[in-house]
């Protein structure tokens, strides 16, 4: 069983940064395959970007150029560093981690993923 815990989130205003933290234990990230998925009130949740055990990456379009992925294998965290929000990445994101048997191509995928965290609330308001 791996356990994971996001933190990092908050209050921040249009065009501000925020990072968020990916805690793992229970087993090492070093293997998996890890992404961060959003779901904001009514809406389904997204795929936001994923990083590979050799540290590939892949990024959803919504994303692509203002948030980047990254992980310490060292410390078993992952992280997002989230640049010029918009009130429409407001939403509870989510870490999720696979069994480290995956394959790239499910990367979109929430099944692909076995472990959650519980969430960590971002809203982007003046």
């Known amino acids: 069983q791996v356990d994971v815990v996001e933190s990092g989130g908050g209050l921040v205003q249009p065009g501000g940064s925020l990072r968020l933290s990916c805690a793992t234990s229970g087993g090492t990230v070093t293997s998996r395959l890890m992404a961060w998925f959003r779901q904001a009130p009514g809406r389904e949740r997204e795929f936001l970007a994923c990083?590979?055990?050799?540290?590939?990456?892949s990024y959803a379009d919504s994303v692509k150029g203002r948030f980047t992925i990254s992980r310490d294998n060292a410390k078993n965290t992952m992280y997002l560093q989230m640049d010029t929000l918009q009130p429409e990445d407001t939403a509870v994101y989510y870490c999720a981690a696979d069994r480290g048997t995956s394959i790239w191509s499910a990367r979109y995928e929430a099944s692909t993923y076995a472990y959650w965290g519980q969430g960590t609330q971002v809203t982007v308001s003046s």
């Open positions: 990083i590979r055990r050799d540290r590939a990456t």
